[in-house]
């Protein structure tokens, strides 16, 4: 059972209770900008989209990370896979920030990587979405599967258009 | 008879090949060569190391676990002097002689040495690229009241900034009019400059060369082309690196500035790839065949090598020329062509300034394609900046808005202020 994030374009009203609740709960603060799950809004097209790391498989910040600082492990609670920043070892290169290519790694005040770390599987953007946007479901639910598939037919049309 | 597959190099390419060739599971030979006698570490990390913000076991990757999980052979401590492409042979300084199936070149590469120079101060110049050129800086900064690091480019102001302290006088000599002329614009470098200028005590020199370098009083004293002179304990050259390829015979195998490379990798030798700081294949921006000797280049092409060995057929979608980093605080980064030559006729650069907050962001065009981006200070978008520059599209959004950063062209709007150029 793999449990992620799963977001819900059509319910998300832009409000950012996800932003402030993130932020508040790795930095003791309400502050949308030291928050690792950002909303953007494009007001005249009714639409608000949040974003936050997928926990890619084959991920790229873990793949360049220069000191080895960026590993999966399972979230012992949830069994979720999750990405994570190893404080101790990151030095705050700001590599993985070239090479997210969603923004979704960056290098915050205390000089190491700040990523999603999915709240030690009880993620509060989840818990505190007024809307029921945002989803903390697991595979067994098929969301992943059908993500998955809808993602590779995308990724071949995209490629027949090129 | 499992195929051999050997390695010569230990770092970023090579790792990554022996891993892209185990994930494939093929259950080949894998045998690595290389000069340092020690695991693989982090290049990226040693100024990390130098300014004390991490110990030197920090700097490693791997230990000799890691080599056994994955079933490699390790050859450490030997370098390779010669390859026979038609036997398909190594020749090796201890005399030994390796046989491969196919062969991977990823020695990097490494400091350029100043030439011109008497031959015992040459000697005694500091360059950082591995460990022990870390560990020599930092053993004879100790005790050194005046540091000149002869180069403006990244590993220069990085080894300035961490050797800055008080009582230490730090001078960098750029023999360019700019800090990080391989990288960025003159007018970022500009503000980088005041930035190092106004917040630590090293000073910058522009447009100077060194004619010659004597010792003196216990320590140097360096002349430069304007007669001005310097007194120096410590020296310190950063002027770019040079592929580790003098085992390759060009005879053998096709060499320009480095080892030319197809998209696959492949060398123009039979079963020898290359891959990393030596290898010259196609950048993805320019079409050109050119050296990017940057770490996440080296870690791509790597992957794709080794599973090439492996029996895939990869292609490698080009290499982009790119660095990130942070300046005595501020960070820098640069992606792409950010500094068009030939004819620019079609190149258009769409420009943020903001000095109240010190930032400063421009994107560069070419027939309305993103090719390039510098950023300073605000730099939190710079991955999807690049995705958008790999892949070859615009960014969502106005131009203007995504050279201003995420959120700041409200801001600017707001506060009534017309940052955009």
Redesign the interface.
């Known amino acids: 059972m793999t449990q992620m994030i799963v977001i819900d374009i059509g319910k998300c009203t832009g409000c950012g209770t996800c932003e402030l609740m993130c932020s508040f709960r790795h930095h003791g603060e309400f502050n949308p900008r030291k928050a690792r799950i950002h909303k953007t809004v494009f007001l005249y097209d009714e639409l608000a989209v949040p974003v936050v790391c997928s926990q890619c498989e084959d991920a790229w910040c873990e793949r360049i990370c220069p000191a080895g600082a960026i590993a999966h492990t399972i979230e012992p609670t949830s069994g979720a896979a999750v990405l994570k920043v190893d404080e101790q070892i990151c030095v705050g290169c700001k590599m993985c920030m070239l090479a997210c290519p969603f923004g979704n790694i960056a290098v915050g005040a205390k000089g190491h990587a700040e990523k999603c770390d999915l709240c030690d599987g009880d993620p509060q953007c989840v818990k505190f979405c007024p809307r029921g946007a945002l989803h903390f479901a697991d595979s067994e639910r098929g969301e992943g599967e059908k993500r998955r598939k809808l993602a590779t037919a995308l990724a071949a049309s995209y490629k027949e258009s090129e | 008879m499992p195929r051999r597959l050997l390695i010569l190099g230990n770092s970023?390419a090579a790792l990554?090949a022996a891993g892209a060739i185990r994930a494939r599971g093929g259950g080949e030979r894998i045998t690595m060569v290389s000069r340092e006698p020690c695991s693989a570490y982090?290049?990226?990390?040693t100024t990390?190391y130098l300014r004390g913000?991490?110990p030197a076991s920090?700097l490693y990757?791997c230990d000799a676990g890691s080599y056994r999980e994955r079933d490699i052979e390790c050859r450490f401590g030997v370098a390779a002097v010669a390859l026979d492409t038609e036997a398909q042979t190594v020749l090796l300084d201890d005399g030994g002689r390796l046989s491969y199936d196919a062969l991977l070149l990823a020695t990097g590469a490494r400091a350029r040495r100043l030439e011109g120079l008497d031959a015992v101060v040459a000697a005694e110049i500091c360059y950082l690229r591995t460990i022990d050129d870390a560990r020599r800086i930092r053993e004879r900064a100790d005790g050194a009241g005046r540091v000149v690091i002869l180069g403006g480019g990244l590993v220069s102001l990085q080894v300035a900034s961490a050797v800055a302290a008080p009582g230490r006088q730090v001078t960098c000599v750029v023999a360019s009019r700019q800090v990080l002329s391989q990288n960025i614009d003159a007018e970022c470098a500009e503000l980088i400059r005041a930035h190092i200028e106004g917040t630590t005590g090293i000073a910058l020199h522009f447009g100077a060369d060194v004619t010659q370098i004597v010792r003196a009083n216990g320590g140097y004293r360096v002349c430069l082309d304007s007669g001005e002179e310097l007194a120096a304990d410590l020296l310190v050259a950063g002027k770019g690196v040079v592929p580790n390829i003098d085992y390759v015979d060009r005879r053998q195998i096709a060499v320009e500035r480095g080892i030319l490379v197809d998209d696959q990798l492949r060398t123009s030798a039979e079963n020898v790839y290359a891959a990393g700081d030596l290898a010259q294949g196609r950048n993805r921006l320019t079409g050109r065949r050119e050296l990017v000797p940057n770490?996440?280049n080296a870690?791509e092409q790597g992957?794709i090598a080794g599973a090439n060995m492996a029996g895939a057929a990869l292609s490698f979608a080009g290499s982009v020329a790119?660095n990130?980093?942070?300046l005595c605080g501020l960070?820098v980064?640069s992606?792409g062509v950010t500094r068009p030559d030939g004819d620019n006729a079609d190149v258009r650069e769409v420009r943020y300034r903001d000095d109240e907050r010190g930032v400063y962001r421009k994107l560069i065009l070419r027939d309305d394609r993103l090719i390039g981006a510098v950023l300073l200070r605000d730099?939190?978008?710079?991955?999807?900046i690049?995705?958008a520059i790999v892949g070859g599209r615009l960014p969502q959004g106005s131009l203007q808005h995504v050279a201003a950063g995420?959120?700041r062209f409200a801001d600017a709007l707001v506060r009534g202020r017309r940052g955009v150029a």
């Open positions: 970023a990554a982090s290049p990226v990390l990390y913000q991490i920090a990757l770490w996440i870690c992957r790119e990130i980093t942070t960070p980064a992606v730099i939190g978008d710079v991955g999807v690049r995705s995420p959120a």
